[in-house]
């Protein structure tokens, strides 16, 4: 029953390696997520899909292509690894809209468990 | 684009004693502030939430409030417990269109029994 998944939870690679971070929720969500948690704690969004499509494109390195097959799934490929992508990645989804006396809101996002990846 | 305060970066509390987080924020368009809690090695889950059209909302020990004039919204959590242990972090988001949460650094909350 697990809302969003994310795998691997763990990710040691070397530097210059490619690897890819699996994200899927089963929450009928139409928006997808992924934040970047450094070792201070700060989250901060790389990027968003909604309905497949990409809206949300953060000042990330090109070595990084996120990939959505569908509404469920939002993949994390990083190419060409560096000591500084060392960090938690955490996949979020919501629904994108909700309304509240004619208002449009964001409705909350729900978080996966994180991957944690170490760049050696 | 938005910005997002968060003060105090770390808050010592006794069990039984009150904790207050602020923020403020910079995007006057703002109008929903969400507040999560981040668990030691877990993921950050909201713990309640406020729209710009109101001021105060209350989920048993927990409240946030909102000043809208000032850009302020502040987390109090009274009768704290050891469990309330945990990183908050306060975010901002315009709420239209594609909602981008904006979040605030992060609060580490620590009660001792």
């Known amino acids: 029953d697990t809302a969003v998944s994310q795998t691997p939870k763990y990710l040691v690679t070397q530097m210059g390696n490619d690897k890819s971070i699996k994200c899927e929720q089963n929450?009928?969500?139409?928006?997808m997520y992924w934040y970047k948690q450094d070792s201070k704690k700060f989250l901060k969004i790389m990027f968003s899909?909604?309905?497949?499509?990409?809206?949300i494109n953060e000042t990330v390195p090109n070595r990084f292509s996120p990939k959505s097959p569908d509404k469920a799934h939002l993949n994390l490929h990083i190419n060409s690894l560096e000591l500084g992508d060392s960090a938690v990645y955490f996949c979020?989804?919501?629904?994108?809209?909700?309304?509240?006396?004619?208002?449009?809101?964001?409705?909350?996002?729900?978080f996966g468990p994180g991957t944690r990846l170490t760049v050696l | 684009g938005e910005n997002v305060e968060q003060h105090p970066s770390t808050l010592s509390v006794q069990e039984g004693d009150s904790a207050v987080i602020k923020c403020t924020y910079s995007?006057?368009?703002?109008?929903?502030f969400p507040w999560y809690k981040q668990e030691l090695g877990k993921r950050p889950q909201l713990i309640i939430d406020?729209?710009?059209?109101?001021g105060e909302k209350k989920d048993q020990r927990i409240a946030v409030t909102l000043n809208k004039t000032a850009k302020h919204f502040s987390l109090h959590i009274t009768e704290t417990q050891p469990e309330d242990s945990a990183v908050y972090f306060c975010?901002?988001?315009?709420?239209?269109?594609?909602?981008?949460?904006?979040f605030g650094t992060g609060t580490r909350l620590l009660v001792s029994p």
């Open positions: 929450l009928g969500h139409d928006t």
């Open positions: 995007d006057s368009a703002s109008n929903y």
């Open positions: 979020a989804s919501s629904l994108n809209m909700m309304t509240s006396g004619g208002t449009m809101y964001p409705g909350e996002q729900f």
């Open positions: 406020i729209r710009s059209n109101v």
């Open positions: 975010a901002a988001s315009k709420g239209t269109g594609f909602q981008k949460l904006v």
């Open positions: 899909y909604n309905n497949k499509e990409l809206i």
